[in-house]
């Protein structure tokens, strides 16, 4: 079946647009992930969702990140004013759940953010 | 808080050598080791992964990782490289509410 989709693939904006990113998770999959790779700061968590519980924001670097996820399946992640430190590889991944010990993450290709 | 370190940024290897990626990490409890595999314009692909018993762990592609806990590490190695081994890798730890702490990535080439 389909892997973890993501859109846009790039995504340029100019300093202060908001812009949004999609993800699509494998069919099924309860659990879902975002994640930033970016040069300075190496590949870090910002927030996950499971089911219907209470998404874990923690990795969140400020308010102008918000993610949502809509009916259990796809996500969106909006970052609001953009900074050129926003710019990175947004990256998403999805497992089948995430309360048991441990389920696989299978990640998507990535939205590249470029803030100009 | 766990930590994940991989000393080598970059590694050169000769197609057919043997290759060695050092992973140490920092976690209190008895970790979930990963090494995942980023191909250019790729998202990550898992390689393998080590729970509990068998420290010797096998993996796709021909890669194992080896879990040493007296060092605190999880090196992952290949015998043989090819061409398309050429790629950045990255170690991981699983942290509370299954979230993953990633290492700084070791980038591979592999020259003919």
């Known amino acids: 079946g389909a892997g973890v989709s993501q859109s846009p693939s790039n995504k340029v904006t100019e300093k202060g647009k908001d812009v949004e990113l999609r993800c699509d998770p494998i069919?099924?999959?309860?659990?879902l992930y975002w994640y930033r790779q970016s040069l300075g700061q190496g590949l870090e968590f910002l927030i996950y969702?499971?089911?219907?519980?209470?998404?874990?924001k923690s990795g969140l670097p400020s308010d102008r990140f918000s993610a949502e996820r809509t009916g259990g399946s796809v996500s969106t992640l909006t970052i609001q004013r953009t900074q050129q430190e926003d710019s990175a590889v947004y990256l998403c991944?999805?497992?089948?759940?995430?309360?048991?010990?441990?389920?696989?993450?299978?990640f998507g290709p990535g939205t590249r953010l470029t803030v100009l | 808080a766990q930590s994940v370190t991989q000393p080598d940024i970059h590694i050169t290897v000769s197609e057919g050598a043997s290759l060695e990626l050092r992973c140490n990490y920092s976690?209190?409890?008895?970790?979930?080791l990963f090494w995942y595999v980023q191909s250019p314009g790729q998202g990550l692909q898992l390689l393998l992964k080590?729970?509990?018993?068998?420290?010797l762990v096998q993996g796709i592609k021909g890669f194992e990782a080896e879990f040493k806990r007296s060092q605190s590490s999880f090196n992952l190695r290949k015998p043989s490289v090819h061409w398309s081994d050429a790629a950045e890798y990255f170690c991981?730890?699983?942290?509370?509410?299954?979230?993953?702490?990633f290492g700084g990535g070791t980038r591979v080439l592999v020259k003919p």
């Open positions: 991944a999805s497992s089948i759940t995430g309360s048991r010990s441990y389920n696989e993450q299978f």
């Open positions: 069919s099924g999959h309860t659990a």
């Open positions: 991981a730890v699983k942290a509370a509410g299954n979230k993953l702490t």
């Open positions: 976690y209190g409890a008895t970790p979930y």
């Open positions: 080590y729970f509990s018993g068998d420290t």
């Open positions: 969702f499971q089911g219907n519980s209470a998404p874990d």
